[in-house]
């Protein structure tokens, strides 16, 4: 261990080699800028026409060589990627930050389209657990069932599925929406912070539980509440939204979704700081 | 992380050998320690079907201790007398490593006393017995196991795997799954997942009678199963009840001589991928399993939390 009383410029933290450097000033995030937006460059993106197609067998192809293969296509300028024979293999369509239209013609194993920024995705089959996980915008549509943690922790975009989902789905949601046809498993909303999940079936156990914000909107029955989730009040602004919402996910055409359940959270569990301390005592 | 396989053929006999082989082996990167199979045969059903070790593979990645061979054909000499003591006769017997044998042999008294018997020779421990089941596992991956002891072959209805990564018990054979549903004839069972309330469970089944022949918590959930059973209660019945019974994280699947049951917690926690059509049930722990045998467009779903399924042949 390092020595403390002759370490003086260092934290304690620091001289017990938690951190390899002191951080000071800005981290090393670039912030777009309109004045040289000519100049402005977002790694990873190329420049595609929709009307340019192509497709790409993976049948013997594993996720990083069909990924870069991917890659490769859209840096050539094409725009309509399909892909044939998925056959159910993790991580493929990952990492995309282009417009793109990216079809997938067969079902998706774990991680399918992670982390991605813009694609337009339509997988005409089923994806296995966390399916879009991180997604920062576009939209992903899957025709047929979901396994869990669909959508945890999308950050932006429309994320729908046609049919069911797993557990824990929109886990950690920080934005976006995520609409499922079907049914949905245990821990729907677990700790998510913003944004919205729609799910027009039934929900399992410890629906929303420990959400810190965003909205769950249910159409069919609800397992059990989780802690810190309470029912709201339905309004016009939800049902408007959510009719439109419905249009743009392709599923739940004459669905009434005012009698849907409105679930939010209590805001007792988590935000400490407007309670006095005996009511965070209460709280936990 | 482990990963485990499953299917059933309905009203029809399949290459299930071959078939969990594919699977298992689609499934390699989430266990590659110890593969087993239980495999639903086609046999004649008169006689019982034996498999038993009598000391541990030693091989790359094992924890066991290295044993002379004379020390294996020691203890097995010993087996063979408990078996004419027990009055039972050997049909057939076929040693299939230095470690492992497989006995067909006439006999129609209590199965619990009978391994009693058999278990008391030091290190000699019954993998499974039945008049269908023939339960297989050892160090390697599926097809290693496979080939070692020629189960690509084997026609049946149905059975079920596993690929072990090992957490909280050694890299042996005793450890490994599938774990015969002692002391019932052709049940077996596999798990992926962490139980929790295994040494209170084990203290207080061990105290009913039953026996638990490694430290391996998934050996927990068919040692339960099977004192439910013995108590009266249907396979569905003692899955149902062990959502409740058990702590922890669990996918697990469960096969006797003519079924085959999945359950899952209510966190839903661990994986599990399903296929359904009128005459076949294939599942895993992920897609890529069942792909592997069925490399069309199939519509496949993940079980909900709490779930617990029962199909027949």
Known sequence: MANLKTDQKKTKAQSMGMHTEVLKGKTQQKFFNPDEAENFYYWGTYDVDFNKRTELDVKDLDCKEANKKIEELMSEGFGTIVIKNPQGKHSLGVGILNKLNLIFEGSLGYFGVGSIDGPMVRVNGRVGWSCAENMMAGKVVIEKNAGSCFGAAIRGGDLVCKGSVGARTGIDQKGGSIIVGGDAGAFTGFMMQRGRIVILGDVGINLGDSMYDGTIYVGGKIGSFGSDAIEAPMTKNDIDWLNRKLKVAEIGDNFDVSKMTKVVAGKKLWNYDALEPTEKKGAI | ?313
């Open chain 2, 1 to 313: 992380m482990c990963g485990i396989a499953g299917l059933i053929h309905r009203g029809k006999s399949s290459n299930v050998g071959e078939e969990l082989q594919s699977m298992l082996q689609a499934l390699k990167h989430r266990g590659p320690d110890s593969t087993g199979y239980a495999l639903y045969a086609e046999n004649d059903g008169q006689n019982f079907i034996m498999r038993f070790k009598v000391g541990e593979n030693v091989g790359e990645g094992s924890t066991s201790v290295n044993e002379d061979a004379s020390v294996y054909d020691g203890r097995k000499k010993l087996v063979d007398k408990n078996l004419s003591e027990l009055g039972a006769t050997i049909v057939k017997e076929e040693k299939l490593t230095p470690y492992s044998y497989r006995y067909e042999i006439k006999y129609d008294k209590d199965l619990m006393d009978f391994s009693k018997k058999i278990e008391s020779v030091e290190m000699v421990e019954i993998l499974s017995i039945g008049k269908s089941l023939e339960l297989i596992k050892d160090l390697g991956d599926a097809k290693t196991v496979c080939e070692r002891y020629n189960l690509d072959k084997v026609q049946g209805t149905h059975g079920i795997g596993h690929a072990r990564m090992a957490t909280e018990s050694g890299v042996d054979i005793k450890s490994a799954h599938p774990f015969w549903g002692y002391p019932f004839a052709d049940v077996s069972v596999v798990h992926n997942g962490q139980l929790t309330n295994y040494w209170n469970n084990r203290r207080a089944l061990e105290n009913k009678g039953m026996r638990f022949m490694s430290e391996c918590d998934s050996e927990l959930i068919a040692v339960f199963l099977a004192e439910k059973m013995r108590n009266g209660a249907t396979l569905e019945e003692g899955m149902k009840e062990s959502l409740t019974g058990l702590d922890g994280v669990f996918t697990y699947f469960v096969a006797t001589k003519d079924s085959l049951g999945m359950a899952k917690d209510t966190m839903a926690a661990k994986p599990l991928v399903l296929y359904e059509s009128d005459d076949l049930v294939a599942m895993g722990s992920e897609e890529i399993a069942i792909r592997s045998i069925l490399p069309q467009e199939i519509t496949t779903y993940d079980p909900f939390d709490g779930e617990v399924k029962v199909w027949q042949i």
